[in-house]
T-cell receptor
Framework: GENVEQHPSTLSVQEGDSAVIKCTYS??????FPWYKQELGKGPQLIID?????GEKKDQRIAVTLNKTAKHFSLHITETQPEDSAVYFC???????????FGGGTRVLVKP | NAGVMQNPRHLVRRRGQEARLRCSPM?????VYWYRQLPEEGLKFMVY????????ESGMPKERFSAEFPKEGPSILRIQQVVRGDSAAYFC???????????FGPGTRLTVL
């Protein structure tokens, strides 16, 4: 089955700097890659997603890139703010079925 | 437009008791997914349901766990004879038919004493 690896597990950045989180996946047939932000005690919140027919997508300070050949995708957060502090999860959906396979998460701390 | 609703938000059970977790999908969503999150870990898929049908239960433990999504009412995840290892956060997500995007509820945090 699908396996998703996520790095780093923790990331500390200074406010205003950029944060980058990387994920790799194993199933070359995967076609949908969402990113979720989870704050303490809350459910995951979708922040951006990308499909396999697109290489890059941007939404204000957040962007995601996808390299299908290498089977990896990345989340980029620019001009980080303290409210960006949270745990971020990448996920992948295979071509068969609707279930999401999640990475292990990255705890991001933005220091003021 | 209310999001995905889950109740209870916190549930405490003693070993051997039953736990029932409820999920009401977003309005207009006919697909429901259940995921489990152990402390400091990512979410693991458990089961995918449509109204009155289990589509994929490949992530469900073979014993003690069951799920349903009846024609009327919320989806239910039922855990019989709970053990301490069942302590986790259980999240429900929903999506409209034919869509990839899954929207998550706030979760139910189950503690087994």
């Amino acid at each position: 089955g699908e396996n998703v690896e996520q790095h780093p597990s923790t990331l500390s950045v200074q406010e205003g700097d950029s944060a980058v989180i990387k994920c790799t996946y194993s199933d070359s047939a995967s076609n949908y890659f969402p990113w979720y932000k989870q704050e303490l005690g809350k459910g995951p919140q979708l922040i951006i997603d990308i499909r396999s027919n697109v290489g890059e997508k941007k939404d204000q300070r957040i962007a995601v890139t996808l390299n299908k050949t290498a089977k990896h995708f990345s989340l980029h957060i620019t001009e980080t703010q303290p409210e960006d502090s949270a745990v971020y999860f990448c996920a992948a959906k295979g071509a068969a079925g609707n279930k999401l396979t999640f990475g292990g998460g990255t705890r991001v701390l933005v220091k003021p | 437009n209310a999001g995905v609703m889950q109740n209870p938000r916190h549930l405490v059970r003693r070993r051997g008791q039953e736990a029932r977790l409820r999920c009401s999908p977003m309005k207009g969503h006919s697909h429901v997914y259940w995921y489990r999150q152990l402390p400091e870990e990512g979410l693991k898929f458990m089961v995918y349901l449509q109204k009155e049908n289990i589509i994929d239960e490949s992530g469900m433990p073979k014993e003690r766990f069951s799920a349903e999504f009846p024609k009327e009412g919320p989806s239910i995840l039922r855990i019989q004879q709970v053990v301490r290892g069942d302590s986790a956060a259980y999240f429900c997500a929903s999506s409209p038919a034919g869509a990839d995007t899954q929207y998550f509820g706030p979760g139910t945090r189950l503690t087994v004493l």
